[in-house]
């Protein structure tokens, strides 16, 4: 039995300050990582949220498709696929689909489905897809996915800290995120054995 695992796309497998220099340039600023403590990225430079929109929909195909991918994320996520389905789920807009699925290729990403929402909610989609296991970046979903019954590993950033309830794990990298799948999956096999 394969496990579905959702992986959301942003800051989760591309880096997740790929995007601060493009802004820092744009709006005459310099802020670091370590500045950016909220995911509302109008707050941390402190301009209006309207003036953000603006700068991101002019940018947005030039940021994605340039954005680096995070260390290990393709060689684990390939690995995994061998006993996991993967299905990519994201806030992005529709308008970024074959972009992003450009980039999934181009950086040699193994290609499950890929959901584009344009919306942070993303409960309906993980249980539409009978999520497993949902791999995300983003605080404020992690504790609505995890209030929805999903199992969550956090992968750790500057503005994903707080407190975590039960059925959310923060993690640090891929390795990591790799190791916590295999454990899940070991203990799956375990509790079907025990159940035949």
């Given amino acids: 039995m394969k496990i579905n695992i959702c992986i959301d796309i942003d800051g989760t497998v591309t880096e997740p300050y790929y995007w601060l220099e ?6 005459g600023m310099d802020m ?3 500045d950016i403590t909220c995911y509302e990225i109008h707050s941390v430079l402190g301009i209006p949220r309207e003036d953000y929109v603006d700068f991101y929909n002019d940018v947005c195909f030039d940021i994605h498709y340039n954005a680096g991918i995070r260390d290990y994320a393709a060689v684990v996520i390939k690995d995994i696929s061998s006993y996991c389905n993967i299905e990519y789920v994201s806030a992005r807009h529709k308008k970024l689909d074959s972009l992003t699925h450009a980039w999934l290729f181009e950086n040699e990403v193994h290609l499950g489905g890929v959901h584009l929402l344009g919306s942070h909610y993303k409960v309906e ?8 296991i949902f791999i995300e970046d983003r605080y404020e979903n992690s504790l609505e996915l995890s209030a929805a019954g999903f199992y969550v590993l956090l992968i750790d950033c500057e503005y994903n800290q707080g407190p975590l309830p039960e059925g959310v794990v923060r993690v640090y990298d891929w390795k990591q995120i790799g190791y916590e799948i295999e454990l899940y ?3 799956l ?3 079907e054995q025990e159940i035949a």
């Fill in 32 to 34: 670091k990582p370590s």
């Fill in 189 to 191: 096999i375990k509790k």
């Fill in 22 to 27: 493009r802004a820092n340039r744009h709006f």
């Fill in 125 to 132: 989609k993980a249980r539409e897809l009978d999520c497993d």
């Fill in 185 to 187: 999956s070991k203990d």
